[in-house]
């Protein structure tokens, strides 16, 4: 099928030296699921592009491999706001209980109010999935 062409060509597209192309590439194979990414995903989380490694987390995590969550979390700590909220925006997305944590750290340190506010709601998000993901399972 069409989804193993797709997968073929964000792999590769993962080389580009445009970080726009390999950021939009890591988010394709989040999407796409196919579990060869995983490789090139798991690199992707040491790219000088911060949206290259939020998006290479997502990806990783939606193929049931935790390693980019740190990486994520550790974006909870970057100086750039806007890189802060994103960061907690994927762990409300795809975290685990370890991120919560991270998110509960990041909401007690963080001195910029916007930036409070979105964290929070990414800690609540996270904490709503979290537990709905509990109750499925029992």
Do not use: C
């Not at 991270?102 to 999935?129: C, G, Y």
């Amino acid at each position: 099928g069409n989804a193993g062409l797709g997968a073929g060509a964000h792999i590769a597209a993962m080389k580009d030296d445009d970080a726009f192309v390999r950021q939009e590439a890591a988010r394709g194979l989040g999407q796409i699921g196919d579990a060869r990414a995983k490789d090139v995903l798991k690199g992707a989380l040491s790219d000088t592009a911060k949206g290259v490694v939020l998006n290479a987390a997502t990806a990783l995590s939606r193929l049931g491999d935790s390693s980019g969550l740190k990486a994520a979390g550790a974006m909870l700590k970057d100086k750039d706001a806007q890189t802060r909220q994103q960061a907690s925006a994927v762990l409300a997305d795809v975290g685990d209980m370890d991120s919560l944590e991270a998110l509960n750290i990041a909401v007690e340190a963080e001195k910029d109010s916007p930036t409070k506010q979105s964290l929070e709601f990414s800690r609540q998000r996270l904490k709503i999935r979290l537990e709905q993901q509990k109750a499925t399972r029992k």
